[in-house]
């Protein structure tokens, strides 16, 4: 084969206990050209990125033969970014994460993988895409769903992912917090106003995307809590959604790191912090915000302006406090959502 020629290839799927699943890549020659001039590289992410780096790597690895005459051999692997986070932390030897919240990068810097100051080692603060929570409702929105305050009425269902194991849940819960706090309430009001809201979900799935697939199949939730890159991409995949973004709502930010030890035992320093730094061209924003991400090029941002509308009041994790004192708050053993499960009961 030409090694100025590309190919492409997928392997199958593998799940890897708690909800992981990693896929195989190579991208630029065939397996039985693989040698010397073969780099290799394993990305670990949430869910709802596949959609997005199935377009980007092959366009990184392109680029890298082109300039480097090296085929990039890419391993990926997705699941709830809780999940990601444990299983990088037991063993799986990510080079990069790219994954739901901050804070997950953040426990694999503590456990000693990743150099402290990861995050001006990136552009954009590491922070590579962003969302907003949105509400998707049933066609015809038949319970008149129209802000978060709606979400607590008696008899409307509501669906969410779980905050144990999900980033997007965590957005979700302190989007549903601070639409309290942030408009004049008391963290008292906010507090029943989110055990109510959790008291009408009658179950939390692992993941974003295991919600929206619940959402879709079963037809009994009134409204499903989602990012909104979720939602437009089921719109994307001719699944029809209607969906709404509440004019006051929490700014999503999702960050990405190389993993310090990993890539030095690996020797691939250099392609790892290549593929970093391609994320954050217009070439890889273009394609995070074709399958629903906020982009955060200013010139990508502006093409895709009609797609991604501004909120009208949008307030940050750092309004809320900053994830480090919102995860000790709410998140763990003993905080504020496990209060919220055990008033609720079974």
């Known amino acids: 084969m030409n090694k100025n020629r590309s190919c492409w290839r997928i392997f199958p799927a593998l799940t890897l206990g708690i909800g992981t ?67 990088v932390l037991h063993g799986l030897e990510a080079d990069v994460v790219a ?28 922070i590579v895409t962003r969302s907003v929570p949105a509400l998707a409702v049933r066609e ?3 319970q008149q769903i129209k802000t978060w305050a709606d979400l607590a009425k008696t008899g409307v ?51 974003a995307r295991e919600a929206t697939d619940i959402f879709f199949r079963d037809h009994r939730a009134d409204v499903l809590i989602n990012y909104e890159n979720e939602l437009i991409l089921a719109q994307l995949n001719d699944r029809p959604i209607a969906y709404f973004v509440p004019e006051v709502n929490l700014a999503i930010e999702h960050a990405v790191a190389v993993v310090d030890r990993n890539v030095e035992a690996h020797g691939n320093r250099e392609v790892a912090e290549a593929f970093v730094r391609y994320l954050f061209t217009p070439e890889a924003q273009r394609e995070f915000a074709k399958v629903g991400f906020r982009p955060v090029d200013p010139t990508v941002a ?8 501004p909120v009208k009041n949008l307030y940050t994790i750092e309004d809320l ?4 004192a919102l995860q000790a708050q709410f998140f763990d053993e003993g905080g504020i959502f496990d209060r919220i499960e055990a008033a609720i009961g079974p």
Not at 99 to 126: C, F, H, M, S, V
């Open 99 to 126: 994954l739901a919240l901050t804070l997950d990068i953040r426990q694999i810097e503590k456990a000693g993988l990743i150099d402290p100051g990861w995050e001006q080692e990136a552009p954009n603060g590491a």
């Open 21 to 87: 699943v990693l896929i195989g890549a190579i991208a630029g020659c065939s397996p039985s050209e693989k040698s010397e001039n073969t780099v290799e590289l394993t990305l670990v992410s949430y869910m709802v990125t596949h959609a997005a780096y199935q377009h980007i790597i092959p366009q990184f690895a392109e680029q890298w033969q082109r300039d480097r005459g090296q085929t990039v051999v890419v391993r990926e692997s997705y699941g709830a970014s809780g999940n990601q986070t444990r299983t």
């Open 321 to 324: 406090g900053g994830w480090d």
């Open 157 to 207: 269902t509501v669906l969410t992912p779980n905050p144990k194991t999900s980033g997007v849940a965590r957005w979700n819960f302190l989007a549903l917090w601070g639409s309290v706090t942030e408009t004049g309430g008391s963290p008292e009001e906010a507090l029943q106003f989110t055990r109510n809201v959790f008291a009408n979900a009658p179950a939390l799935p692992k993941d």
């Open 140 to 142: 015809g929105n038949p």
């Open 302 to 309: 502006a093409e895709f302006a009609d797609r991604y509308p």
